[in-house]
């Protein structure tokens, strides 16, 4: 079976970082600290490497990819992640339809589909959610829209990054449970846990 992801990073100086993910499985990858795991979420989100860095996605080596390539690329993969952030100006329908009105798939009308069956999974009135601002919203609430954003568009490949922080541990079981849901649609798919050790205070 060939990998989904492959991800190299050598720094002058700190332990060279080697990933192989391979498809269709749940994988949980522990980095050694916050900066290595954030310039590996940055390739993985940009599909685009900097100084140092290595990346392959779905067997394409990102490298020299052209725009029209990276962007047929990003499509397919997802990124979640605290870094990447809700539009403040549009409420939580509009960012969860605006992308996949970009790409012109799905169809606004199986977009709502998905987005009920998901937020009636976690919450008990979804239309209310829907209808507010990101500042209006939680944190676990912020991390649902942008859960369902990214589910609608259907990606190959999704990497998770800390969705539990800073949630209670009752918040947390429900964000354990985003991992049903996205194999429940996308049952060839790969998932990807991101982590990392904590820098001493």
Not at 10 to 28: D, K, M, T, Y
Not at 76 to 94: C, K
Request: glycine share 6%.
């Amino acid at each position: 079976m060939s990998d989904a992801l492959r991800y190299a990073l050598r720094q002058p100086g700190s332990p060279e970082i080697a990933l192989a993910v391979p498809q269709g499985g749940v994988s949980r990858v522990h980095l050694p600290d916050p900066q290595s795991k954030a310039r590996f979420i940055a390739a993985v989100a940009k599909a685009r490497c900097e100084d140092g860095e290595e990346l392959e996605l779905l067997g394409e080596p990102v490298e020299r990819l052209k725009p029209a390539a990276r962007a047929r690329l990003l499509k397919r993969v997802g990124v979640l992640s605290p870094a990447v952030t809700l539009l403040t100006n549009l409420n939580a329908w509009e960012n969860i339809a605006l992308a996949a009105a970009y790409h012109g798939s799905p169809s606004r009308e199986r977009v709502a589909q998905i987005t009920q069956e998901v937020l009636g999974a976690f919450v008990a009135e979804p239309l209310a959610l829907l209808a507010r601002l990101p500042d209006q919203l939680g944190t676990l609430q912020r991390r649902l829209v942008a859960f369902v954003r990214l589910l609608v568009m259907e990606p190959e490949l999704v990497v998770i990054d800390a969705l539990d922080e800073g949630l209670s541990r009752e918040e947390c079981a429900s964000v354990a449970r985003l991992e049903a849901q996205y194999r429940a649609r996308h049952p060839s798919g790969t998932l990807l846990f991101v982590d990392a050790r904590e820098e001493p205070s």
